[in-house]
């Protein structure tokens, strides 16, 4: 069965600069969700959209930005990085439909500050 | 301040024997509880889930058992296995609040051969 995928799956940035995370639900999920997980944490939730509108926002820092596109898929920018950025980011989608709750992961984007 | 309390943080198994771990809530308006199984590197896997109408819910070796009166649910792994060393994670879910996932702190189980 098809995944969430994620890219890049590693991704090395050094403080003040950029980054980009891709998120490709399943298909035919529409709500995508974005989890932030610090090592030896839970996840956090950061923000979630459905049907290309935020839908619910979380702990997102403000130099953070996302979006969805008519494909479906997401993306997370992340502005003038800290170190305390460091983490794994995970995407997860589920259909709004039936069942409604259930949110499948992809794999993560362990982004690393220097 | 943590609005799903998990215990415990760790624990350790014989081959065999039955894993517990448990989780306390205090929002009333959460209405549906997963949890999530995670190996080290990669994303969370759904296990299995419950809502609070259902006392208790059973899928192979995992079941739930939920008490909605004490905002108390809890994940038994019967004849835990080797292979079932991760991190447990509760969850819970505010439907009116977009579907968000509120994670416990997590429980890092060892199932020692």
């Known amino acids: 069965a098809a995944g969430v995928i994620q890219s890049p799956r590693h991704l090395i940035k050094e403080k003040r600069e950029t980054a980009t995370l891709k998120c490709y639900p399943i298909?035919?999920?529409?709500?995508v969700y974005w989890y932030q997980q610090g090592p030896g944490q839970d996840p956090q939730f950061l923000i979630s959209?459905?049907?290309?509108?935020?839908?619910d926002k979380g702990s997102i820092p403000d130099r953070f930005s996302a979006q969805q596109f008519s494909d479906y898929h997401s993306e997370l920018n992340m502005s003038s990085l800290e170190l305390g950025d460091s983490a794994l980011y995970f995407c997860?989608?589920?259909?709004?439909?039936?069942?409604?709750?259930?949110?499948?992961f992809g794999p993560g984007t362990r982004l690393t500050v220097t | 301040q943590q609005q799903v309390k998990q215990s415990p943080q760790s624990l350790i198994v014989q081959k065999g024997g039955i894993s517990i771990i448990n989780c306390a809530y205090e929002?009333?308006?959460?209405?549906?509880f997963p949890w999530y199984q995670q190996f080290p590197g990669k994303g969370p896997a759904l296990l299995i889930a419950?809502?609070?109408?259902?006392s208790e819910k059973k899928e192979g070796r995992f079941t739930i058992s939920f008490n909605k009166s004490a905002k108390q649910f809890s994940l038994h792994i019967m004849d835990s296995q080797p292979g079932d060393s991760a991190t447990y994670f509760c969850?819970?879910?505010?439907?009116?609040?977009?579907?968000?996932?509120?994670f416990g702190e997590g429980t890092q189980l060892t199932v020692n051969p």
């Open positions: 997860a989608s589920s259909p709004r439909t039936h069942p409604s709750y259930e949110q499948y």
């Open positions: 298909p035919r999920h529409d709500t």
């Open positions: 959209f459905y049907e290309k509108m935020q839908s």
């Open positions: 929002n009333t308006a959460f209405d549906y």
């Open positions: 419950i809502r609070p109408d259902v």
């Open positions: 969850a819970a879910v505010e439907g009116t609040s977009g579907s968000r996932l509120t």
